[in-house]
Structure formats: C-alpha cells, structure tokens
C-alpha cells in the first residue's frame, strides 16, 4: 500500500513539470497526506492505542498505589515515633523512679546503720558500766578484807592477842557493815 502511495506521488511530481518549492501548493500531495495520516491513526487507533492507554492506566495505578503505600508507611513511621518517644518518656520516668528508689533505700541503709551503731554503742557502755560496776564492787570487796585485815591486826596488836579465828573476823565484818549502812 505504501509502495502504492509513494509511486502514485511520483507521478504527480513528473506531471505537473511546473515548478515546485516547498512552499508550492499541491492539492494531490495533500489529499494522499491526509489518506495516509487517517490511515495511519485509524490502524494505530485500532491496534496501539488500548495497549498505550493501558500502559498509561497501570502507570497511573501505580503510582497511585505507590504513593497511598508512601503515606501508609508515613503513618506507620509516625505511629512509630510517637510510640517511640512514649517508651522514652516512659523508661525516663522508670529511671527517674529507679534513681528515687534507690536515694529511698540508701537513706533507710543510712538510717539502719546509724541505728545499728548507736545500739552497738550503748550495749559497749551499758558492758563498760556493768565492768566498772563489777570492777567497783571487786574493789570494794578487796577494801572490806583488807579493812577486816587492818582491823584485826590492830585489834590485835591493841589487845596484844590474836584475833583471827572466823567468830572473831565474822563481828569485824558486822561492824564494817554497820557502818557503811550509816554512811
């Protein structure tokens, strides 16, 4: 068909002779251009077109798709750092409440050992009083024989006889008695 067109054109041109320019008006020329134009769009019509429109409408499915999946995952992404800054908050507070915990149960150790020493100190003074008590009490026994001692031996040497048998000791002792009893 082409062949067809393309040698029906040469003969226009060799007929008319005339001169011819690119601006020269022919009305053959024209009428084969538009057969050819209406004959071209009507196949490419028929044949190309549903499949670039298809093309173009997959294309635009696409991208539609595409970006509805974008401003899906845009959404995601901010559920996701809002969440992520929750947790944030969230572990803040849990190491500020840990830091508190933690201050709370140092004071309450502090408390428990100053307690523990303030009582560690006064059963060593209340140990300490009840040696010196004792220590007091031994000493004092010491002194009271050592006075029987004395006192006998100076009986005895005002006497110029010995006292020392238990009866003798034993009114020594009564009398000691007797006189710490009035002091």
């Known amino acids: 068909m082409f062949s ?6 040469q003969e226009g041109h060799g007929q008319a002779g005339g001169a011819s320019g690119p601006f020269a008006l022919e009305p ?14 009507l196949l490419l019509r028929k044949f190309a077109w549903p499949f670039i429109v298809r093309a173009t409408e997959e294309r635009e499915r696409t991208i539609q798709q595409q970006l509805a999946d974008a401003e899906r995952l845009n959404e995601e992404a ?14 803040k507070d849990q190491a500020h409440e840990l830091v508190v915990q933690a201050k709370s149960i140092g004071e ?12 560690e100190q006064e059963e060593i003074l209340e140990r300490a009083k009840r040696e010196i008590d ?50």
Request: proline letters at 0%; aromatic letters at 6%.
């Open 4 to 9: 067809l067109l393309a040698l029906m054109l």
């Open 28 to 41: 053959g020329l024209i009428i084969w251009t538009w057969i050819v134009f209406l004959a071209l769009f």
């Open 78 to 91: 901010k559920a996701s750092l809002d969440k992520h800054n929750q947790l944030l908050a969230e572990a």
């Open 108 to 119: 309450k150790e502090r408390e428990q050992l100053l307690a523990r020493a303030r009582e």
């Open 134 to 183: 004792a220590e007091r009490d031994r000493a004092l026994a010491d002194l009271r024989r050592e006075a029987v001692d004395l006192s006998l031996a100076a009986a005895t040497k005002l006497i110029q006889q010995k006292l020392g048998d238990a009866s003798d000791r034993k009114i020594v002792e009564q009398y000691l008695a007797t006189l710490e009893d009035k002091s």
